[in-house]
């Protein structure tokens, strides 16, 4: 189908991604709707919309074949985090952001109507993931719970508590497993006979759940050692809470992998089987501790992440090697994310920009 870019945006199926086409990455619309920084992106499971929350509390909703801006509603009373769209392309389930208020909401863009509430976290919710198999939704807190919904009704349909900090939640590609990440403090001798409520090492925790027998617990648990990479990211800051600390959580679009985002310039692909680090990607800023999501492609080739100083990077998935930037961006880019069916890329800061190939020569 044709956009109203210039050029022809491709359906990713019909063609072999390579490193040539990520360098051929440009700017085809930028779009200045927001006062203040866009916070999330989420793209409908055909690729042809795409909704946007941000910090001036307001949800836009596009259409990426067209590049056209296509609705506008606001949340002045709640304020907008981590918008996700539904099973249907005029519905969203998105999380609070006014620091008084923990309800998750199930809002029609048709008619900007909320058709049902989600009450039970205690504190701001941080993570949010739909299944892409039904109609559940997992979401994750600073309260130190997980919990499982179902669209259908209001009550929570399970709960899982992971002490000692906020949880990540994700389900993989077929919405038959879920993970919750999480990091706690593994104490050492040192700190056990000194008295101290924390250890100098943070133990990072991801647990593996069978969403038939979530109840039973996980089965399977890693607790990767990423400390031990990268010895300046294990640095305590001055309140004794470990500098490194997981914002996002992406599954790999084939659930091979599990990339980890961090509160610093580190990236982590963990094997989502035997739960090794495979690989770590470093090569953009982030020294003020944004909460930078990151992408897959959906052929899993690559990884991409926003950067502080206002450009998108672009690195081989096994490999680590960096294979591009994109510059334009007047700020942080706080969210990246690829199209599922179209050679396009939506990146934010306070603006949107929605990229495509430069040449249609390709």
Excluded at 96 to 115: A, V
Excluded at 282 to 299: I, K, M, W, Y
Aim: glycine share 6%.
């Amino acid at each position: 189908a044709c956009c109203n870019y210039g050029v022809r945006c491709r359906e990713l199926p019909l063609m072999r991604l390579t490193e040539e086409m990520t360098r051929s990455m440009a700017m085809g619309k930028v779009f200045k709707d927001n006062a203040a920084r866009v916070n999330s992106l989420s793209f409908f499971s055909d690729g042809k919309y795409l909704v946007t929350g941000s910090d001036d509390e307001s949800i836009h909703l596009y259409n990426a074949a067209s590049g056209e801006s296509q609705k506008v509603v606001y949340s002045k009373k709640y304020g907008v985090d981590l918008v996700r769209f539904t099973h249907h392309n005029n519905s969203i389930i998105t999380a609070s952001k006014n620091g008084w208020d923990e309800t998750l909401r199930y809002l029609s863009l048709y008619d900007n109507r909320y058709l049902r509430y989600f009450k039970g976290h205690r504190d701001r919710v941080v993570s949010l993931s739909v299944s892409p198999l039904n109609d559940t939704f997992l979401s994750a807190s600073l309260d130190q719970t997980a919990r499982l919904w179902d669209m259908r009704t209001n009550a929570c349909q399970g709960l899982l508590r992971r002490k000692g900090s906020a949880p990540q939640v994700q389900f993989d590609p077929q919405g038959l497993i879920f993970a919750v990440a999480s990091y706690d403090y593994q104490p050492t001798v040192q700190t056990q006979m000194m008295g101290h409520s924390h250890s100098s090492v943070p133990l990072h925790t991801i647990k593996l759940y069978d969403m038939r027998s979530y109840d039973q617990g996980p089965f399977s648990t890693f607790q990767p050692a990423m400390w031990q990479l990268q010895p300046k990211f294990a640095q305590k800051n001055g309140s004794g809470m470990p500098a490194l600390t997981w914002t996002h959580m992406k599954f790999s679009p084939d659930g091979k992998h599990i990339l980890m985002a961090t509160n610093q310039n580190m990236l982590l692909l963990i094997d989502s089987f035997s739960g090794n680090l495979v690989q770590q990607y470093t090569s953009f800023v982030n020294d003020a501790g944004h909460s930078l999501e990151p992408c897959f492609t959906p052929d899993a080739q690559y990884v991409l992440s926003g950067s502080e100083d206002g450009t998108v990077h672009v690195w081989e998935t096994l490999s680590g090697r960096e294979v591009a930037v994109w510059g334009g961006h007047a700020g942080p880019v706080q969210s990246v994310l690829w199209n599922p069916t179209m050679m396009m890329v939506a990146s934010a800061c306070t603006s949107l920009v929605m990229w495509i190939p430069a040449s249609d020569d390709l």
